[in-house]
């Protein structure tokens, strides 16, 4: 069960996931809710989510916060994020105690906030002006929600960011700067299935629509970070210019 917004329903990255998981001998049955612009507050009332979560006994669940409100600072998210994420989590516990949740962390966006022109929030928190400042609030959002929860985290954005690193002539953005193109969506879901199945996705899977080099350089990514060993995603530092936002604003 995928509950979500726009970062899940873009693309339709369920679907992405369960084609990667046919294509290696698994099979992923799912169902969707991830309506644009939600978050986890939307979800505790919206009866889309609750029938999903009650149409069957899922084996898991995948947690997809709204990518601007996974920015918010840590006062905000106390108020905002975190009581919204216990209010879900008493629905799934009540339904699917043996389930088990996944925290699906999203990239931040290509010019951070700025990326949706917020110049308001870019002057009173000028770490999410950047793409780096974002993805590690984002990410340090991820961490609180993993250990409040007591949930994986299926980090996405981490593994984004590293690609970008590694590959920055490789766009993994649509013209917005905040939702994934195919690629994006692809190295997503390549992430998620790696999460669920525990294994490689084999890399002649890649749809015939996308590049063959480019498709290798995402799976030589996801081997060298989530099946490496000292790979240890909590512990990457996503440093910030924090002159960039002055200069963007001026």
């Not at 879901?189 to 899977?205: D, M, P, Q, R």
């Amino acid at each position: 069960m995928f509950i979500g917004n726009s970062h899940t329903h873009t693309n339709h990255l369920p679907s992405i996931v369960s084609e990667i998981a046919t294509a290696n001998g698994d099979s992923l049955i799912y169902r969707m809710s991830a309506p644009a612009n939600y978050d986890f507050q939307n979800h505790t009332h919206l009866e889309e989510t609750i029938m999903g979560i009650q149409a069957r006994k899922w084996d898991y669940i995948i947690l997809q916060e709204s990518g601007w409100r996974a920015a918010w600072n840590e006062e905000m998210a106390k108020a905002m994020t975190y009581p919204y994420a216990d209010t879900l989590m008493q629905m799934l516990n009540k339904y699917h105690p043996n389930s088990s949740t996944i925290l699906f962390m999203t990239q931040a966006y290509k010019n951070g906030v700025l990326s949706f022109k917020d110049y308001n929030w870019c002057l009173n928190d000028p770490q999410v002006c950047t793409y780096e400042g974002m993805q590690e609030r984002v990410k340090s959002r991820y961490i609180s929600l993993s250990q409040q929860l007591g949930k994986e985290v299926s980090p996405v954005g981490i593994v984004w960011a590293l690609f970008q690193e590694e590959f920055p002539e490789i766009e993994l953005f649509q013209e917005d700067g905040i939702h994934a193109n195919q690629y994006g969506s692809y190295l997503s879901g390549l992430v998620l299935y790696s999460t669920l199945f525990e294994k490689h996705a084999n890399i002649s899977i890649a749809p015939v629509q996308l590049n063959k080099n480019i498709s290798s350089k995402i799976h030589k990514t996801i081997d060298e970070t989530l099946f490496n060993p000292s790979f240890a995603w909590e512990n990457i530092i996503f440093n910030w210019d924090q002159s960039l936002p002055l200069a963007a604003l001026n």
